[in-house]
Nanobody, 118 residues
């Protein structure tokens, strides 16, 4: 069992920055691929960025060059640095953990709201 707690969301003006954090507990953090997803009102949840235990990363095309995902295995924490934010980045952001071997072993955080507006 893995518990995920996100923090760092809020209201920011277009062009601003936020850093989201996701603290994990309850299992071996390094055994999980970590990801950030987001869901805007009326839209499906989408992958924003993912990172393996070896720090291989992937990003949605819409955030490439603006967002950076990283992880600190010693602190059991994954981060999402978001720069040059746009109104279309407004969504609830969710942290996700997926076991590297047991694909059905997947967990979600409760979500944190990010609102980009002037």
């Amino acid at each position: 069992q893995v518990q995920l707690v996100e923090s760092g969301g809020g209201l920011v003006q277009p062009g601003g920055s936020l850093r989201l954090s996701c603290a994990a507990s309850g299992s071996i953090f390094s055994m999980y691929v970590m990801g950030w997803y987001r869901q805007a009102p009326g839209k499906q949840r989408e992958l924003v960025a993912g990172i393996t235990r070896g720090d291989n990363t992937n990003y949605a095309d819409s955030v490439k060059g603006r967002f950076t995902i990283s992880r600190d295995n010693a602190k059991n924490t994954v981060y999402l640095q978001m720069n040059s934010l746009k109104p279309e980045d407004t969504a609830v952001y969710y942290c996700n953990a997926r076991h590297i071997i047991i694909a059905t072993s997947e967990y979600w955080g409760q979500g944190t709201q990010v609102t980009v507006s002037s």
